[in-house]
T-cell receptor, first 111, second 116 residues
Framework: DAKTTQPNSMESNEEEPVHLPCNHS???????IHWYRQLPSQGPEYVIH???SNVNNRMASLAIAEDRKSSTLILHRATLRDAAVYYC????????????FGAGTILRVKS | GAGVSQSPSNKVTEKGKDVELRCDPI?????LYWYRQRLGQGLEFLIY????????KSGLPSDRFSAERTGESVSTLTIQRTQQEDSAVYLC??????????????FGPGTRLTVL
């Protein structure tokens, strides 16, 4: 019961921006929004996280809706290496320290 | 720098045998987590350690599964009397353990367990 909803899959062209949506309508006030990704045959890796404000780091940007019921992970220029399963995860509250993974979004990048 | 390491990378065992999987977390990380990922599925939480204590064991699927951590470092996940449904990749993660929802987890490469 991950309490986030993501599209099953998305496709992007190389060097184009990608917007990966996530709905979390039951988010509580203290829940952080985390994004992890899992490349083929590897363990998950952290991408970005935020609470209320939009966040940027070297990998991606995270845009959080004003009501916090949805968020969007933005990859500014997709590369073939970005092909992975992307997980949007709520952290805190009833889940404590563990990460509760849903099915995620499979991102395919075309050259 | 050194990341989370796990051994063995692959383990093939016969049904009914016991197996031990090892995790070496990042130095200085007080929190350690075990997850399981069956083929084609998402990750399932198994157990969480803070230091050498396990405040959350809620994901362990049966009493055949146990884990311990010593010296606030290495952890071992033990599966007794393995069954075919135990076949999966077992992933370990560690974090600074700041008891914060902003804490980032760093994952190891996993151990692929196959039970024949």
């Amino acid at each position: 019961d991950a309490k986030t909803t993501q599209p099953n899959s998305m496709e992007s062209n190389e060097e184009e921006p990608v917007h990966l949506p996530c709905n979390h309508s039951t988010i509580s006030g203290t829940d952080y929004i985390h994004w992890y990704r899992q490349l083929p045959s590897q363990g998950p890796e952290y991408v970005i996280h935020g609470l209320t404000s939009n966040v940027n780091n070297r990998m991606a940007s995270l845009a959080i809706a004003e009501d916090r019921k949805s968020s969007t992970l933005i990859l500014h220029r997709a590369t073939l290496r970005d092909a992975a399963v992307y997980y949007c995860i709520l952290r805190g509250g009833e889940y404590g320290n563990k990460l509760v993974f849903g099915a995620g979004t499979i991102l395919r990048v075309k050259s | 720098g050194a990341g989370v390491s796990q051994s063995p990378s692959n383990k093939v065992t016969e049904k009914g045998k016991d197996v031990e999987l090892r995790c070496d977390p990042i130095s200085g990380h007080t929190a350690l987590y075990w997850y399981r990922q069956r083929l084609g599925q998402g990750l399932e939480f198994l157990i969480y350690f803070q230091g050498n204590s396990a405040p959350d064991k809620s994901g362990l699927p049966s009493d055949r599964f146990s884990a311990e951590r010593t010296g606030e470092s290495v952890s071992t996940l033990t599966i007794q009397r393995t069954q075919q449904e135990d076949s999966a990749v077992y992933l370990c993660a560690s974090s600074f353990g700041a008891r914060s929802s902003a804490d980032t987890q760093y994952f190891g490469p996993g151990t692929r367990l196959t039970v024949l």
